[in-house]
């Protein structure tokens, strides 16, 4: 599956913003979606992913309460909206696809990923 996000940007410390990340190629409804960030100097963490259908999320701990991800199977596209930005949410935002109906924070566990967008929040 090919991934293109948008949406990134620069924003104030409290601040909002979405990504989207559109999906061609196989059948999107059956690919589980991540969402991963990686800053200068340091290793691709994951962000958010949702499973098949969109009841099962995970967010990771740094996240929890400020990000939320979402998915419209008839769009091919997963969302990523994120509230009271911090300074330490700088990153490059990455998309991640796997072939499987459950969600892992593992890295290794995505086959596809996009190009990624910058997100810069500035203090």
């Known amino acids: 599956v090919q991934l293109v996000e948008s949406g990134g940007g620069l924003v104030q410390a409290g601040g909002s913003l979405r990504l989207s990340c559109a999906a061609s190629?196989?059948?999107?409804?059956?690919?589980?979606m991540g969402w991963f960030r990686q800053a200068p100097g340091k290793e691709r963490e994951f962000v958010a992913g949702?499973?098949?259908?969109?009841?099962?999320?995970a967010y990771a701990d740094s996240v929890k309460g400020r990000f939320t991800i979402s998915r419209d199977n008839a769009k091919n596209t997963v969302y990523l909206q994120m509230n009271s930005l911090k300074p330490e949410d700088t990153a490059v935002y990455y998309c991640?696809?796997?072939?499987?109906?459950?969600?892992?924070?593992?890295?290794?566990?995505?086959?596809?990923w996009g190009q990624g967008t910058q997100v810069t929040v500035s203090s």
């Open positions: 991640a696809a796997r072939r499987h109906p459950s969600v892992t924070m593992t890295f290794s566990g995505y086959d596809s």
């Open positions: 949702i499973g098949w259908i969109g009841i099962n999320t």
């Open positions: 190629g196989r059948t999107f409804s059956t690919s589980t």
